[in-house]
């Protein structure tokens, strides 16, 4: 069974930071890219950053400078460090994994919240 469980969550004050986990089991961890997603509400969810296997990463251009997204193969974990967090930053955000096919984000999170206020 593929379970992805985020945290690290929470209500921040603009400029501050978090570090948002994502704990994966039942995958080859190596083998799979992740990406995380966020969604606001009243809006279409929207990727915020991509890692694939071999470690290339992408970003949403609201978010490049602030956010960096980071794998853990000894840790079966993603990461995502955001800094200087903005109000339009708030959003449930999700962890997805490709399941080893890159591009199709098959497994996903259960989500996160992230306030930031301003």
């Known amino acids: 069974q593929v379970n992805l469980v985020e945290s690290g969550g929470g209500l921040v004050q603009a400029g501050g930071s978090l570090r948002l986990s994502c704990k994966v089991s039942?995958?080859?961890?190596?083998?799979?890219?992740f990406t995380w997603h966020r969604q606001a509400p009243g809006k279409q969810r929207e990727r915020v950053a991509l890692?694939?296997?071999?470690?290339?990463?992408d970003y949403l251009e609201s978010v490049k400078g602030r956010f960096t997204i980071s794998r853990d193969n000894r840790k079966d974990t993603v990461y995502l460090q955001m800094d200087s967090l903005k109000p339009e930053d708030t959003a449930v955000y999700y962890c997805?994994?490709?399941?080893?096919?890159?591009?199709?984000?098959?497994?996903w999170g259960q989500g996160t919240q992230v306030t930031v206020s301003s």
């Open positions: 997805a994994a490709d399941g080893g096919v890159p591009g199709t984000w098959t497994y």
């Open positions: 039942g995958l080859v961890f190596p083998a799979n890219g």
């Open positions: 890692i694939l296997s071999g470690g290339t990463t």
